[in-house]
């Protein structure tokens, strides 16, 4: 198609410079815009992004110069720069942006527009130039690898040999160790999909081969991939675990921290539901609509305009790949990560993310800063010990958003980065907590102050004072001080004496997964009255701590709870956390036994009041003892 008069008159060097948008006039109504699409290919990309958002258009509110709900055209420039990177159209309020970019042979219009064009889905090139400078030129990176790795050209235990770039041999199942080489590591979602798996039954005939063709696209792709990357050996969890044997499981599972930060790169099929979608996506079949760029040495030269690509957070951290809670710590792990999507291809390592198309890729990377995965630094002071658990409660918010197809992998699935958290600060995992800091670690609670509650899973997970007991999004209390006993704050610490936590573990993996676990404490525990808000009390209206479940005492109210689960009933009790925290517990009937139903926070009448001394308060009559937590 050709381009209408209006889009013809577009002057591209202009807008980097104009900031008239609302003069900038277009077709003078929706409908003429509507109409010239069907003929003009840059009438018909706006349209087309215009409609993905439902909107209620005047097909016929004719439009004036000047006219900021009219139908306008403008630059959309780079941030904190005046080069143009893209072309937007503004109707009635409504938006349609579209890409601008020049080919990277044109030197002086790639500064005046520096987005890129992105090459066919299996295109190498960006892959290997990125892979490359990162193991060279990147000194983050370069650190991080001398002092994660196991050295000397590591393997796991088991990796598929991935055999010659041109397919003459088929690739097959290795035993790594006595082998020594360079691996890439697949990060993927299983899906529904019944895929090929590694079992008692197929491990012998996958030692000798596994054919490409039996293989499901997204593993298919990832040997090609490995190929060209020309890294000899590929790690996918399905294929180099035996599925149905639970002593290998365990062991190679609890190895995902060693497995994952040892790979030289993970190819994640960040836009793949199921290992059936592959990672090579067809890119837009429509070409780009060519505006000319000249200049004194070639006249003819152009820039172009296309459909706007999807960015690095749209892909990578709304993609699917990034729901399931097992990727969670495959992307943390991972030194370097190359990310097939659908748009495009993104790459993430230590020191920057990147785009194909050039794209500014800004808060994204807070994947890689928190303070537990800086190799430079170990665990010592008492300020980077705490900002360390703080990235650690900010972890588990963030892996309690993900899905999981098996709800007993829920310790598993974050064992690797556990692991890691242990060796950086020397301390003892208790069931998702930590030992030297459960006085902050208890105090989890449901993440939504609105709709459902926290769900018990089936089969048990872990004793509940952990988060791992329920299913769903939990927070933590972040406001609780950091102090030493003897200095101002100390009653936090203070409030909860000599715990002692004893876990038993299903198997040998301190990391993994959990048979029991029991927490003795020695505080102050008193009865308390409640009160849970129903719907019709306005509970899924308010998100204000006045309108949570109250605590009453003595027939006055005293505080606010969040209660883990829906349906707590049977009397309750509060245990003096400190200041104003407390955990709600439920006796069990054992002698001093209790189990946890939710945390509350006592104050006066007046919810909104937050004094430190309220909560010492109250709990001054309650007797001190000695009791067990399960």
Known sequence: MSLCRHCRNIDLAELAVSHNGPYNTHHRTFRELKQSAESCSLCALFVEDMEKIEWDFDYDRACEPGDYKGLYYEGVLQEGGDELVGLLLSCQGNFATLDVYANEDIVDATQDYPRKPVSPAEDYGAAKRWLQNCRNNHSQCISKEHKTSRGGGWLPTRVIDVGPIDGSKEPRLLCGPGKSGQ????????????????????????????????????????????????????????????????????????????????????????????????????????????????????????????????????????????????????????????????????????ETCLSEDGSDVYSQHYFKSSSIFRADQVSTSLQLEHSMYLDWYDMVRKYTQRGLTKAEDILPALSGLASVFARRTGDRYVAGLWERDLKTGLLWRPAHTQGPRLQRPSRYRAPSWSWAALEGPVVFNYDVSYTSPGEPDSEIVLALRDMVVDIERVGSDPFGMVASGTLTVTGRLKPVDYQILTEDMEYYMSPLPSMQDSLYSGGEKIGFAFFDEAGTHGPLYCLEVGKVHTLILKSIGTHESYARVGVGRISDTDVSDRSAQTGTRWFHDAPTKRITLV
């Open 183 to 350: 691996y890439a590591t697949l990060s993927h979602c299983w899906g529904n999909t019944v895929t090929v798996q590694t079992t008692t039954k197929t491990l012998r005939a996958h030692e000798t081969q596994i054919p490409l063709a039996g293989l499901h696209k997204t593993f298919r792709d990832a040997v090609i991939i490995a190929r060209n990357l020309k890294l000899q050996y590929l790690w996918i969890d399905s294929l180099c675990i035996i599925q149905d044997d639970w002593k290998d499981w365990e062991a190679e599972s609890s190895m995902m921290a060693d497995v994952y930060s040892n790979s030289a790169v993970t190819i994640a099929a960040s836009s793949a539901k199921n290992s059936l979608a592959g990672c090579f996506f067809p890119r837009d079949p429509s070409p780009p609509i060519a505006f000319d760029y000249p200049s004194a040495t070639c006249p003819s030269r152009s820039v172009y305009v296309r459909r706007q690509l999807k960015r690095f957070y749209q892909e990578v951290n709304d993609g699917p790949l990034n729901q399931r809670a097992w990727v969670f710590q495959e992307r943390l792990l991972s030194p370097r990560i190359l990310h097939y999507c659908q748009d495009q291809l993104h790459w993430e390592c230590e």
